[in-house]
Nanobody, 124 residues
Framework: QVQLVESGGGLVQAGGSLRLSCAASGRTFGNYAMGWFRQAPGKERAFVAATSWTGGSTYYADSVKGRFTISRDNAKNTVYLQMISLKPEDTAVYYC?????????????????WGQGTQVTVSS
């Protein structure tokens, strides 16, 4: 079992920045690929970013490329999502997820463990 706890969400103006953190506990964090997803009201959960178990490979949704950066610190059992140039359409609940594989995936169905989510609201 892996327990995931997100933090760092909040209310920010358009153009602003936030850094989300996801702290993991349980099994060896370094054995898992990690992803960030988001869900806006009335919409399905959508892929945002993902990283391999070493952090050496990263992947992003087209809508966030160049604005969001995923990183991980395996020594701290934490994965981060740095978000800059935020837009109102980035408003959503953001979830981190762990996949029992060295390699990430783009589908939420491929992830085994989920955090409870953290709200990000971007005002115009």
């Amino acid at each position: 079992q892996v327990q995931l706890v997100e933090s760092g969400g909040g209310l920010v103006q358009a153009g602003g920045s936030l850094r989300l953190s996801c702290a993991a506990s349980g099994r060896t964090f370094g054995n898992y690929a990690m992803g960030w997803f988001r869900q806006a009201p009335g919409k399905e959960r959508a892929f945002v970013a993902a990283t391999s178990w070493t952090g050496g490979s990263t992947y992003y949704a087209d809508s966030v490329k160049g604005r969001f950066t995923i990183s991980r610190d395996n020594a701290k059992n934490t994965v981060y999502l740095q978000m800059i140039s935020l837009k109102p359409e980035d408003t959503a609940v953001y979830y981190c997820a762990a996949r029992s594989s060295n390699y990430p995936a783009f589908s939420s169905n491929e992830y085994n463990y989920w955090g409870q989510g953290t709200q990000v609201t971007v005002s115009s």
